[in-house]
């Protein structure tokens, strides 16, 4: 059986989320938003070792042993994503094989659920190639001209909003992202390449942390996720 392991680009310095300290590194009901992410990857035992990689420097801010070397960290993050996490396929290229699998996840989307993460390893484990969460795009679209005003109404008709976890052999997504690392995640690298990845129906509650408004929506999720664990 191929193996499948995760990797968790966390070298970023979030500039778009205006504070002085990464947005990974943030906490969010009392832990880091990166903790979070790491928690939500281990919901499922098939996924065997998730990959933090990160900065130079920022090693000690996690106590690793807590995952019982289940959580690894990588020190050796890259400007952009794309180069995290190639960086990252690099340094594992003794260790996986062309046909295992490779989960990317965003450090700052701390709400995925088990439901969505066993969905999709259900769904894609059984593909050549691989997919990834999304949803349906619901808002009505609007297209801007140069001056700010609305210059179009975009259908959304078959549009998809990318989420994470996205999930590929490794020896396609090594070869998609050294090709095309301009590409803003795995999944475009892949259409590139000329594959079709898959879409599997994600969930409107994975929700990704870009500005500080958005951590009281992702607060009210797990808060709300943990007293429906809580109701006998």
């Not at 832990?31 to 996924?47: E, G, T």
């Not at 180069?83 to 046909?99: F, I």
């Not at 140069?146 to 070869?175: C, I, K």
């Not at 500005?211 to 808060?223: F, I, M, R, S």
């Amino acid at each position: 059986m191929n193996r499948c392991v995760a990797i968790l680009p966390a070298g970023g310095f979030g500039t778009r989320f205006g504070t002085g300290r990464p947005k990974q590194f943030t906490l969010l009901c009392g832990q880091m938003l990166l903790v979070h992410a790491i928690h939500s990857l281990l919901q499922d035992p098939r996924v065997e070792t998730v990959y933090v990689v990160l900065a130079s420097g920022q090693y000690d801010e996690l106590a690793w042993n807590q995952w019982q070397g289940r959580v690894r960290p990588l020190a050796n993050a890259g400007e952009t994503r794309a180069d995290t996490v190639l960086n990252a396929l690099d340094a594992l290229h003794s260790e996986l094989g062309p046909h295992d699998w490779v989960l990317v996840h965003d450090a700052a989307r701390p709400c995925l659920s088990r439901i969505a993460l066993v969905r999709l390893l259900d769904t894609v484990m059984a593909d050549a190639v691989g997919g990834l969460l999304a949803v349906p795009v619901a808002d009505t679209l609007k297209r801007q001209d140069d001056n700010g005003h609305v210059f179009e109404t975009v259908s959304r008709d078959a549009l998809w909003a990318a989420q994470t976890p996205q999930m590929f052999r490794y020896g396609l997504l090594h070869q998609a992202l050294r090709q095309f690392r301009s590409h803003t995640d795995e999944s475009s690298a892949m259409e590139a390449m000329g594959y079709a990845p898959l879409l599997v129906m994600g969930e409107s509650t994975n929700i990704k942390v870009t500005y500080p408004n958005d951590l009281l929506l992702a607060e009210g999720v797990l808060t709300a996720r943990k007293t429906l664990q809580e109701t006998p």
